[in-house]
């Protein structure tokens, strides 16, 4: 009897990859004629049929996949879930999006629904109080149940799955060396608490950008908040905590935000304190979202490519669910970054 044959296996024989047997055995015209004739006559010889069939049966396959993001209000998590719905639609798949409101119960309830729902595969980034409670039951009985999940942005190494990320420590450390290049000495950074992984990486940037100019680290120049600062009431909570620092030290010429909404709450306190921008005070910001673009003055800032982030996790899920990729096996995909250098620098 001929043994079974899987897509990694039919790879490892034909000395090719997993994508090019996949894309034969859809006869797809990106491979030539050869190959495809070459890898079909394989696979017929070995008895092969694809498996997402037979996984269709046996899991209820639907062809849709869950998105589940912190929140829906910013400008980031929208090009992201562009990205996801682009590379879906390409590939035949429905996307159904849930909104975490960075509350844990309420991920956990969406987690629930959506595989209730036979959600094929989640792409996902973790809510702030997830990452407090540093409980991802629900996260790992999602993958104990066949669900695969692919997280972006805000992840976790605890949960063994694929990743998307960016590189904050050294977007950060950039951006920090262009306020220092610009001639800042004095450098604030508004960022989250470290429970929050991207928060505390960002912090990790800008503390080596200091130390590599010899430009000692000031605790008092670093304001770590709770809140997102996007409802008037956080708003004034950040405005004040900020005004408090610069009040305290007058001699601040830099601000380094963490997000664009920090870093637009820190340009309007500059201006309403008299202090001009770029000359006075410099900013730089993460995201390049709407608000980036339309500030006035613009701000500088590092672009994470959110759309593409949505794009590389809708094609690493997808190709596990269709077994271009092992189940096994798991990556960490790292998203390039620019900084955007705008108006509010030097």
């Given at each position: ?48 049929r694809p498996n997402n069939i037979a996984l269709s049966l046996k899991n209820q396959k639907t062809k849709k996949i869950g998105v589940i993001i912190p929140e829906i209000v910013h400008h980031y998590f929208a090009k992201v879930i562009s990205g996801i719905e ?15 409101n960075e509350a844990f119960d309420k991920e956990v309830i969406n987690v629930d629904t959506l595989i209730t729902a036979n959600i094929d595969g989640f792409i996902m980034s973790i809510s702030k109080e997830t990452m407090l409670k540093q409980d991802y039951h ?209």
């Amino acid at each position: 009897m001929k043994r079974k044959m899987t897509l990694k296996q039919i790879a490892r024989e034909l000395d090719v990859s997993i994508s090019t047997v996949s894309k034969a055995l859809h006869d797809s015209k990106e491979i030539s004629q050869d190959n495809r004739d070459r890898i079909q006559a394989f696979a017929k010889l070995y008895n092969y049929r694809p498996n997402n069939i037979a996984l269709s049966l046996k899991n209820q396959k639907t062809k849709k996949i869950g998105v589940i993001i912190p929140e829906i209000v910013h400008h980031y998590f929208a090009k992201v879930i562009s990205g996801i719905e682009k590379v879906a639609n390409r590939r035949g798949y429905n996307v159904i999006i849930a909104v975490s409101n960075e509350a844990f119960d309420k991920e956990v309830i969406n987690v629930d629904t959506l595989i209730t729902a036979n959600i094929d595969g989640f792409i996902m980034s973790i809510s702030k109080e997830t990452m407090l409670k540093q409980d991802y039951h629900h996260l790992k009985e999602s993958i104990n149940q066949g669900v695969p999940i692919v997280m972006f942005d805000r992840v976790v190494n605890e949960v063994a799955c694929d990743k998307v990320i960016i590189n904050d420590t050294e977007a950060a450390r950039q951006g920090v060396l262009h306020l220092i290049n610009s001639g800042c000495k004095n450098i604030v950074l508004v960022g989250t608490k470290d429970y929050i992984n991207i928060g505390r990486l960002r912090t990790e940037g800008y503390i080596q950008a200091l130390t590599e100019n010899n430009i000692e680290v000031r605790e008092e120049l670093i304001l770590k908040l709770e809140e997102a600062g996007d409802n008037i009431e956080e708003q004034q909570g950040v405005e004040a905590r900020l005004n408090k620092i610069f009040d305290e030290n007058p001699e601040i010429d830099g601000v380094f935000a963490v997000n664009e909404i920090y870093a637009i709450t820190s340009l309007n306190l500059a201006r309403n304190r008299g202090l001009s921008v770029p000359e006075d005070v410099s900013v730089v910001s993460f995201s390049n979202g709407v608000l980036s673009r339309h500030a006035r003055p613009s701000l500088t800032t590092v672009n994470q490519q959110g759309e593409y982030m949505g794009e590389v996790s809708a094609e690493i899920l997808i190709d596990k669910l269709e077994e271009v990729t092992s189940e096994e096996e798991f990556e960490t995909r790292i998203i390039p970054t620019e900084l955007l250098k705008r108006e509010t620098t030097k």
